[in-house]
């Protein structure tokens, strides 16, 4: 049984660009989540979805970025116009129901 | 909103030490798990302690929870290089998402 599958698995971007970070869940999961981690801090939640609704967003800043899981498909997290803040680990969970979450390998982004 | 203190922040040791971090919260856990992160990876589930008082093995690890489900601690035996890494609490923060401590960072050097 495959892991949780996150491409690519680094990103660099010019400020101001579009970032799209996508998210495979194992197997037999439908529940999805996005985490990002900030050198030297730990892991912080942003979004919480299912497919095709978003169940809890409170960690996700409000403007530029959004989330989607659609009915077929990875999950998307997308950045707008990203800037150097931007730049962090941002990791993909999944789990099958109310259960241990299980993480993918994170994405690294860079904005220069 | 639920806050986790892990310590120390940091450890280094030698091969064959034996160490213990904890987890401390403000407030009771429902559920507690604890994830190791190794440079450039993802957390790896370790385990996932529930009940008061629990005490969980996995090889050379010991988790255990407390009485009050306030706090918990891990034990590792005859540390080992592949031990090395960063040790994350988490405990349920409403909704499913998981309050992560800023966890231990492990190393432990041959």
């Known amino acids: 049984n495959a892991g949780v599958m996150q491409n690519p698995r680094h990103l660099v971007r010019r400020r101001g660009q579009e970032a799209r970070l996508r998210c495979s869940p194992m197997k037999g999961h439908s529940h999805v989540y996005w985490y990002r981690q900030l050198p030297e801090e730990g892991l912080k939640f942003m979004v919480y979805l299912q497919k095709e609704n978003i169940i809890d967003e409170s960690g996700m800043p409000k403007e530029r970025f959004s989330a989607e899981f659609p009915k077929e498909g990875p999950s998307i997290l997308r950045i707008q116009q990203v800037v150097r803040g931007d730049s962090a680990a941002y990791f993909c969970?999944?789990?099958?129901?109310?259960?241990?979450?299980?993480f993918g390998p994170g994405t690294r982004l860079t904005v220069t | 909103t639920q806050l986790l203190e892990q310590s120390p922040q940091f450890l280094s040791i030698q091969e064959g030490e034996n160490l213990t971090v904890y987890c401390n919260s403000s407030?009771?856990?429902?559920?507690l798990q604890w994830y190791r992160q190794e440079p450039g990876e993802g957390p790896v589930l370790l385990v996932t302690v529930v009940t008061g008082g629990e005490v969980k093995k996995l090889k050379r690890l010991t988790f255990q929870f407390g009485d009050a489900r306030k706090d918990s601690s891990l034990h590792i035996t005859a540390a080992q290089p592949g031990d090395t890494g960063l040790y994350l609490c988490t405990s349920r923060g409403g909704s499913e998402k998981l309050v992560f401590g800023k966890g231990t960072k492990l190393t432990v050097n041959p």
């Open positions: 969970a999944s789990s099958p129901t109310y259960h241990e979450q299980y």
């Open positions: 407030s009771v856990f429902s559920s």
